[in-house]
């Protein structure tokens, strides 16, 4: 008989004050953040809870106050080689706030004199200003706003007081994330004509990081929820399914370290001074590995990551473009590069995540110039020749975007100008010309590929070796033409 999950069916009794205010309360802060939390408090002497900010007016916030904040993150993967399962009850949240019902409680979370941490995701789109929230005492519609509404209520409670300030540490994937908040708070500060004594607060007393987080969070584990409730014992409705990778990299001094002693509770957590070349090593190693493997596979016959990655061929050709034509570029240890890309590729084989490859491709052409891109122009700077691979990706790409291979559709997802381009290119004739038309489009890369000595040459003969062999020539690329 499954118990239900609350503070009176479980032994932790413990009470702990609220140090972080967390705005967001959906898969992954719940399995990145908190999960973080609730190892800090029994490893370390943090001893601190966190209180969740509903962001937006029908959320999970009911959900979670009727298992008193309590829930299991499950971790599936591979570790050293190995599947790894481990289920933790995490018991670190307090509950949740709902600032659209109950304004007078979400302003009163600012008055706590414990409170020490901001944290948040609420989707890239999260950190922006809206010049139609126009009053400062009616909740505000963005973030932001309602940081702005939220530290105002601490500025007046504590007169000002320098020591009340906090570490902001949002989660949201945009470069230079805690940058850009400060902005905003900042845009509303003057939007609302709120006083200079309350900007220069701002400004002086409360630190804001840029972060950059990496975890693969499926979510709830629809499929296998009954095992996991039966081996718990518990009617869990709040399960998160994670991988076991964390990586939490925090541009923070000695002061946020201290506050938030992640490294005495051996956690993956980094605080650095410039987090620039950890987010170009994921981006160019784990976003680009995707990208440059996903027309590779698909046209290969293959739907997954893992299948992908298991694939003689396609394992082999990945781990030889990650190696030899992606980490010469980056300018991190090669002990930490090669540590984090065998950490991909373990990543990638997860048997317990389904990664479907048609789904990755989701704006491919943005994303091939962002992820693989600065790589191929890196590799030519540093080598002087072309990386085989990376331009073997490219042309399986334009490839790719014809929207058919071998008699069967391929459900292509781009922006109607990128579809349309790729439908009049297909149609022209060609493959020296479609390749042509496609490298000099400079919408596309934002320079005319064309121009590079030997790189429409490389990749109209892969075209055409993949248009005449209906088949992908995996073994023996070269990029010394």
Same mark, same amino acid.
């Given at each position: 008989?499954?118990?239900?999950?609350?503070?009176?069916?479980?032994?932790?009794?413990?009470?702990?004050?609220?140090?972080?205010?967390?705005?967001?309360?959906?898969?992954?802060?719940?399995?990145?953040?908190?999960?973080?939390?609730?190892?800090?408090?029994?490893?370390?002497?943090?001893?601190?809870?966190?209180?969740?900010?509903?962001?937006?007016?029908?959320?999970?916030?009911?959900?979670?106050?009727?298992?008193?904040?309590?829930?299991?993150?499950?971790?599936?993967?591979?570790?050293?080689?190995?599947?790894?399962?481990?289920?933790?009850?995490?018991?670190?949240?307090?509950?949740?706030?709902?600032?659209?019902?109950?304004?007078?409680?979400?302003?009163?979370?600012?008055?706590?004199?414990?409170? @020490?941490?901001?944290?948040?995701?609420?989707?890239?789109?999260?950190?922006?200003?809206?010049?139609?929230?126009?009053?400062?005492?009616?909740?505000?519609?963005?973030?932001?706003?309602?940081?702005?509404?939220?530290?105002?209520?601490?500025?007046?409670?504590?007169?000002?007081?320098?020591?009340?300030?906090?570490?902001?540490?949002?989660?949201?994937?945009?470069?230079?994330?805690?940058?850009?908040?400060?902005?905003?708070?900042?845009?509303?500060?003057?939007?609302?004509?709120?006083?200079?004594?309350?900007?220069?607060?701002?400004?002086?007393?409360?630190?804001?990081?840029?972060?950059?987080?990496? @975890?693969?969070?499926?979510?709830?584990?629809?499929?296998?929820?009954?095992?996991?409730?039966?081996?718990?014992?518990?009617?869990?409705?709040?399960?998160?399914?994670?991988?076991?990778?964390?990586?939490?990299?925090?541009?923070?001094?000695?002061?946020?370290?201290?506050?938030?002693?992640?490294?005495?509770?051996?956690?993956?957590?980094?605080?650095?001074?410039?987090?620039?070349?950890?987010?170009?090593?994921?981006? @160019?190693?784990?976003?680009?590995?995707?990208?440059?493997?996903?027309?590779?596979?698909?046209?290969?016959?293959?739907?997954?990551?893992?299948?992908?990655?298991?694939?003689?061929?396609?394992?082999?050709?990945?781990?030889?473009?990650?190696?030899?034509?992606?980490?010469?570029?980056?300018?991190?240890?090669?002990?930490?590069?090669?540590?984090?890309?065998?950490?991909?590729?373990?990543?990638?084989?997860?048997?317990?995540? @389904?990664?479907?490859?048609?789904?990755?491709?989701?704006?491919?052409?943005?994303?091939?110039?962002?992820?693989?891109?600065?790589?191929?122009?890196?590799?030519?700077?540093?080598?002087?020749?072309?990386?085989?691979?990376?331009?073997?990706?490219?042309?399986?790409?334009?490839?790719?975007?014809?929207?058919?291979?071998?008699?069967?559709?391929?459900?292509?997802?781009?922006?109607?100008?990128?579809?349309?381009?790729?439908?009049?290119?297909?149609?022209?004739?060609?493959?020296?010309?479609?390749?042509?038309?496609?490298?000099?489009?400079?919408?596309?890369?934002?320079?005319?590929?064309?121009?590079?000595?030997?790189?429409?040459?490389?990749?109209?003969?892969?075209?055409?070796?993949?248009?005449?062999?209906?088949?992908?020539?995996?073994?023996?690329?070269?990029?010394?033409?």
């Amino acid at each position: 008989m499954l118990k239900e999950l609350n503070r009176t069916t479980i032994s932790d009794s413990s009470v702990r004050p609220v140090k972080i205010l967390q705005f967001g309360e959906g898969n992954f802060l719940r399995a990145f953040v908190d999960w973080m939390i609730d190892i800090l408090n029994e490893k370390t002497s943090f001893n601190g809870s966190v209180q969740i900010i509903q962001p937006i007016a029908q959320g999970m916030g009911d959900m979670i106050n009727s298992q008193d904040g309590l829930y299991h993150v499950v971790l599936n993967g591979i570790k050293n080689g190995k599947e790894s399962q481990n289920t933790r009850l995490i018991t670190c949240v307090k509950g949740a706030i709902n600032p659209f019902t109950d304004h007078g409680a979400f302003l009163k979370t600012a008055e706590n004199p414990d409170l @020490r941490f901001i944290v948040s995701n609420t989707t890239e789109a999260g950190i922006n200003f809206d010049q139609k929230d126009t009053d400062s005492k009616t909740l505000a519609q963005t973030f932001p706003g309602k940081l702005t509404q939220l530290l105002f209520h601490r500025f007046q409670y504590y007169n000002g007081s320098p020591d009340k300030g906090l570490i902001i540490i949002p989660c949201e994937l945009i470069e230079k994330n805690g940058e850009n908040l400060k902005i905003a708070i900042i845009q509303y500060v003057h939007h609302w004509n709120l006083s200079s004594d309350f900007k220069s607060w701002i400004e002086d007393h409360n630190i804001f990081c840029n972060t950059l987080v990496d @975890r693969i969070v499926p979510g709830f584990p629809k499929d296998s929820i009954g095992e996991i409730q039966q081996s718990t014992g518990y009617k869990d409705q709040l399960v998160v399914m994670a991988e076991p990778f964390h990586l939490w990299v925090i541009e923070g001094d000695a002061i946020v370290q201290k506050a938030l002693p992640m490294h005495e509770a051996e956690l993956d957590v980094k605080f650095v001074k410039d987090l620039t070349p950890y987010r170009t090593r994921k981006v @160019r190693i784990l976003n680009g590995a995707h990208t440059t493997l996903v027309p590779v596979a698909y046209l290969k016959g293959l739907r997954t990551v893992r299948e992908s990655i298991e694939d003689p061929s396609t394992g082999n050709y990945l781990r030889k473009t990650i190696f030899e034509e992606i980490i010469p570029t980056l300018d991190l240890s090669q002990e930490e590069l090669t540590q984090f890309s065998n950490d991909v590729i373990e990543r990638f084989q997860n048997p317990f995540i @389904r990664h479907e490859l048609i789904s990755i491709s989701l704006n491919s052409i943005s994303k091939y110039k962002v992820r693989v891109l600065p790589s191929v122009l890196k590799y030519i700077e540093i080598r002087n020749q072309l990386p085989a691979r990376l331009l073997f990706s490219l042309a399986a790409l334009i490839r790719f975007y014809k929207g058919n291979w071998n008699g069967e559709e391929i459900p292509l997802n781009d922006t109607p100008e990128v579809l349309q381009f790729f439908k009049d290119a297909w149609q022209s004739g060609s493959t020296d010309k479609i390749a042509t038309l496609t490298l000099s489009n400079v919408s596309f890369w934002g320079q005319d590929l064309t121009q590079i000595k030997g790189l429409l040459q490389i990749v109209v003969l892969y075209l055409n070796q993949i248009e005449s062999e209906k088949s992908l020539p995996l073994e023996g690329l070269t990029g010394n033409r």
